[in-house]
């Protein structure tokens, strides 16, 4: 009797991989490995969750609520689908309940399946169902920031003395004083708009703070991170990029990662805030006394500001308050910045005045007879 192999069995359709279930949402993030598949419980998910979803290596994602409700248009759908991860929303509890975290599983006209055994269904997620959805949730952006000024409140009540007064936030090593500071976040115009700044980051050698997740795109455009801060849920980033810094930030009231930069022999600073790192990025920069700070991937625009939980969208927007006016947003700095004048450069204008010079003096006669005059004594000299 001839046994069945592994490769005589018939392959099924589907999108295939692991699922990985979490809930509240941050607490997944971490343990996504490629080829996962995210189950979430989210209502209007993010740009932020979303990026880190997608660097994660994330096949599919399956919500058990409305992946967008309507109230603003959230960008994280936009960002997914663009990549080509599948979105399948709206499985409701009981089917988020029935998809166990580390089963395998395939995904099927947004059916979920374990084999060929049925486990859940949603509504598939693609770019006509986010651009109807868009439209739709920008007509709802005005109760939203009715929201966004009562959290703000209420955030502002829990944390006055960090924001309004600085009080708990770490004396940094890093030269910040009078100088010029990148505040560097992860988000989906990280990599673009350091790419964008070349000149001004080369010929202006800023500081740079940035968030755990943004040290990544940071090596990548050839910096180092000063100051790296490093949010409740957020991975430490490589032991290179550690050390290299002159301070670590821990933000939030547990004790993860100490072991690890301990052994990295790192002494971090920490801040007992409920702010996310990117607002105490922003608030611990501003504290040291910059000349001027450029905004990497903190999003400047209304939606950028809503596309936040409640309390993230609070805290971006009180942190760039407390920032005031030297807070610039990185998108505009290709458009201010024209860059240093170089010793070519004035070389290069005196020889186009001496070719006009000369140009003009031999249309002359005075110049003609000089010109005659020097072919005489170089055949003279000849």
Known sequence: MKLRTRTDLPTLPGLAGTLRVGRPTRSL??????????????????RATAQRMLDSGVVAVINAQPISSGRFPNQGPQLLVDAGILLVDSVGEGGFGALGDGRAARIEDGIVYD???????GRVVDKAVIETQMAEARTGMASQLQ???????ELIRREEDVILHGVGLPVLDARIRDRTVLVVADSGQTAAQLRGMRSFLREQR?????TAPAVAAVRAAGLRADVIVVGAGEDLPDAKSLRGARDVVLCGTGTTHDDGLARLGTAPHRVLSSLGSREIAVLSAHVADPRVMIGVGLGAGLADALDHDRD???????????????????SAVPTLYSGKVRVHHILLALLICLVAVTAAIATTDVGHD?????????GVAR
Not at 29 to 46: F, S, Y
Not at 313 to 326: D, E, H, I, T, V
């Open 312 to 330: 993230g969208a609070a805290g971006a927007y009180l942190s760039r308050l407390a920032a005031g006016p030297r807070l610039v947003d990185a």
């Open 115 to 121: 084999g060929e055994q049925r486990l859940t269904t």
């Open 370 to 378: 000089w010109l005659r005059d020097a072919l005489d004594r170089i």
């Open 206 to 210: 800023p500081t740079v703070v940035a």
């Open 147 to 153: 929201t966004l000024t009562h959290t703000s409140t």
């Open 29 to 46: 993030l971490a343990r996504l490995r490629p080829g996962d598949i995210a189950v979430v419980d989210h209502v209007d998910l993010d």
